[in-house]
């Protein structure tokens, strides 16, 4: 006799506990771990929806007593025990219900419409097709230019691919169809194999491929260290060929702003139909229809952000997660799970090997490194022979003294001038991350910081400027505390702003703007890189979306203004988000026949984020950043818990924290968890949609010490005892503070 774990799948948090079943002998087969299941519940016997979350054979209690589950729904959708366990982890680790956890692993089940799959084919050889490439190129029909070259490459693309990254429109298709240039035609049925992968490796690749390929399937982590543009992908797919090769399979998590058309190609050449593609614009539908034909084993390869990571492969031996550093691999609703911290415990889980990519680690990762708990390869060179761009630091706080009052600096200037001339490319970063409405010094450069928590004040309405974090609050004072000055000013140049002002001071320049006006519209987005990409403007100005993931070989000029906006966040993070930026804008000039340059404005100058990064020296950051973090106990030197509580009515909510935080307080107390509390305070944004939200913290050297806190937080929310009239969620180790 078979007796089954139920879920049921209704986000009532009472609810969220398991309920045993019966399993009658008819769905013995069927029901296995993840299996979605109909079952009876409650007084009335209605049907409910539920997930099997375990299987044993003894019952828990009289089995008389059990009923019957009703069917089990979907058969052989079922996903793998490991998800299922991997649910349950995430549920423990980041806090949240069982509901929350499954639906977030396993893949909802939604109609998929049908359309017919369609792919460009070339019909011209490849001399042929360069040739009407540079003409279409002499004519500045930049649309057709990219489909020639590409399909001199390649002569078969898929239709979406086009139509989507590459951004050809059906008139530039159609055109080039009736020219004889291509034909579309309806998707072949057979599996296109690509052509396998191909380049040589250089010798510092070649060793970093041989590292991971020694253990492959083995639950170990690599982190692959080196600079944009030093060929880290291409061990990617040369570790991934590998695992094709034995006939497993393996998840690429990439930020979905640096899955360019480029980078599917690559992809797409390599391991031709094997390879899928997961990104935000899929329906539903589409969705599942990828995960079912991943659990077929008709794809072999997953792409895409976070949520690929649930991918349910049957033999799973490989995740990489390039770009680890990156924030979008958080998610931002319960649970609020770290892709990267969940990557590694899958494949600890069942067997695999993770590589996590980055030219900019995070702190987390390189200190894992270091400590030998991962272990780290380092591509130290660009692969193509191109040297890093040379960087110049200038400081703003001179321009200003020397009566520059303008955006840009006499060096930017100059050198924008000089590019204009020669017809190159120029680049200029925005740094707004961060903004929340800081006061520094136009003088000496210094922000008004929280005399209790080292992070920026935020400037209110009211007059008054307050920490985010402790609760502090003062008046504005008339003059800056440092020197005296009295020019205090908050930053507020927006990308639009610069685009007048580029356009005012260089009438030849012209002007694209990248943010988040200009690529709101579907595909506004790949237009803009595109439009770039073909030379159809000489300046491209833009937030941070300008500096991750896309490289264009014409830019010989970067300048980053407003360099130290993101320092002031308030924030632990800072620093190193700055650095990461600065970094990467620093990475993107110049390629081999063309050296890049990188003018870095900023009012501190000799802040060790803006120094390491215009060296492109990332030890020199980290170690600087580390001690900073060890000081005041921030990850990774000790762990956070951050416990957001959000209700319309403010004084309960006030009062329901509290008791909160003096319950848990008592908790640890009697457990001899000294735990450093914070709040509870009123999150940054105090209210939204007349919802009010306020936060406490929790700092604790050891993780699963806040994991107890929080599991008796839980309990407390569940009995009803305290909370009740507000929504608590929990964040360990937020990438931003509330
Ligand atoms: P990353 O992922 O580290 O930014 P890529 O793998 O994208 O680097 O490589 C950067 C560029 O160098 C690409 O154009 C790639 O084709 C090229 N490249 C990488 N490895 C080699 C190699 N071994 N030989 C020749 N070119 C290479
Ligand atoms: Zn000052
Ligand atoms: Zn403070």
């Known amino acids: 006799m078979l007796y089954a774990d139920v879920i049921i799948d209704i986000s009532a948090p009472s609810l969220d506990r398991t309920f045993q079943y019966r399993v009658p002998e008819e769905w013995e087969r069927e029901a296995v771990t993840g299996a979605p299941v109909l079952v009876p519940f409650g007084k009335g016997n209605s049907e409910r929806k539920g997930y099997i979350v375990s299987l044993s054979e003894e019952p828990k209690i009289d089995r008389e007593r059990l009923k019957p589950l009703s069917r089990v729904c979907e058969r052989g959708l079922a996903i793998e025990d490991s998800l299922v366990e991997l649910a349950y982890w995430m549920k423990e680790h980041y806090g949240g219900t069982w509901n929350d956890a499954l639906r977030t692993v396993i893949p909802v089940k939604a109609a998929v419409e049908r359309h017919e799959a369609r792919e460009v084919a070339a019909k011209k050889g490849r001399e042929e097709l360069l040739l009407a490439c540079e003409e279409a190129e002499r004519k500045h029909h930049g649309a057709k ?137 899929l329906s539903k539908g589409e969705r599942y229809a990828i995960s079912e034909r991943a659990k077929r084993g008709e794809i072999s390869v997953m792409i895409g952000p976070r949520s690929a990571l649930f991918t349910p492969f049957p033999k799973l031996s490989l995740i990489v997660v390039d770009e680890e550093h990156e924030g979008s691999y958080k998610s931002e609703s319960t649970p609020r799970y770290h892709a990267r911290e969940t990557a590694v415990r899958r494949a600890q889980m069942i067997g695999a090997t993770v590589v996590l990519g980055s030219a900019t680690p995070s702190l987390e990762s390189y200190r894992r490194a270091l400590s030998g708990e991962y272990r780290l390869l380092t591509l130290s060179r660009r692969a193509g022979g191109a040297a890093l761009p040379k960087a110049q630091i200038v400081d703003m706080r ?186 990467q804008a620093a990475g993107r000039a110049g390629r081999e026949d063309k050296p890049g340059e990188v003018v870095i404005q900023t009012y501190q100058p000799e802040h060790y984020a803006v120094v390491a990064a215009a060296e492109q020296d990332y030890p020199k950051f980290f170690r600087e950043e580390l001690a900073f973090r060890k000081a005041l106990h921030y990850p990774p030197e000790g762990n956070l818990l951050a416990v957001l509580g959000a209700s319309p009515d403010e004084s309960l909510l006030a009062q329901e924290m509290k008791r909160l935080l003096e319950d848990a307080k008592e908790f640890a107390g009697e457990r001899e968890l000294s735990i450093g509390w914070l709040g509870p305070a009123a999150a940054g944004l105090r209210r939204t949609n007349d919802i009010y939200r306020q936060v406490i913290y929790g700092k604790h050297a050891d993780y699963e010490a806040l994991v107890a806190v929080k599991n008796r937080m839980e309990q407390r929310l569940l009995s009803g005892e305290v909370g009740r009239g507000c929504r608590v969620q929990f964040d360990f180790n937020p990438l931003t503070l509330y």
């Open 145 to 281: 230019a990219r489909l020639l070259r590409q399909l001199a490459e390649q002569p078969v693309v898929p239709y979406e691919v086009v139509s989507g990254k590459m951004h050809c429109g059906a008139a530039t298709v159609r055109s080039l169809e009736t020219a004889g240039y291509l034909a579309v035609q309806p998707k072949r049925r057979e599996t296109r194999l690509g052509e396998g992968f191909r380049t040589e490796l250089n010798p510092e690749q070649e060793k970093a491929a041989a590292a991971i390929l020694q253990t492959l399937g083995a639950p170990e982590t690599f982190l692959l260290f080196g600079v944009t543009g030093s060929g880290k992908t291409e061990v990617y797919l040369r570790v991934i060929a590998e695992v094709l090769a034995r006939g497993e399979q393996a998840i690429v998590l990439i930020p979905e702003i640096a899955l360019t058309y480029q980078t599917v190609m690559r992809f797409y050449r390599c391991f031709g139909d094997r390879v899928a593609f997961l990104h935000s614009r």
């Open 398 to 583: 001179r321009e200003f003294a020397e009566r520059n009052r303008s955006i840009f600096s006499r060096p930017l200037r100059e050198k924008m001038e000089e590019r204009l001339q020669k017809g190159e490319q120029i680049m200029l970063f925005l740094n707004r991350r961060g903004y929340a409405g800081f006061l520094s010094c136009r003088s000496c450069g210094e922000a008004l910081t929280c005399p209790h928590c080292d992070v920026s004040l935020t400037a209110h309405r009211d007059g008054t400027l307050r920490c985010h974090y402790c609760g502090y609050r003062t008046r504005t004072p008339e003059r800056c505390p440092s020197c005296g000055s009295p020019y205090l000013a908050g930053f507020g140049t927006g990308t639009q702003k610069l685009e007048e002002l580029v356009k005012k001071e260089f009438p030849q320049a012209r002007v694209l703007r990248m943010d988040a006006d200009t690529t709101r519209t579907k595909d506004g987005y790949e237009r803009l890189l595109n439009a770039f990409g073909d030379h159809r403007a000489d300046v491209l100005i833009g937030t941070q979306m300008i500096v991750k993931g896309h490289d264009f070989g014409g830019v010989t000029l970067m300048g980053v203004l407003a360099a130290d906006m993101s320092l002031f966040a308030s924030d632990f993070r800072a620093a190193e988000r700055t650095f990461q930026l600065l970094a």
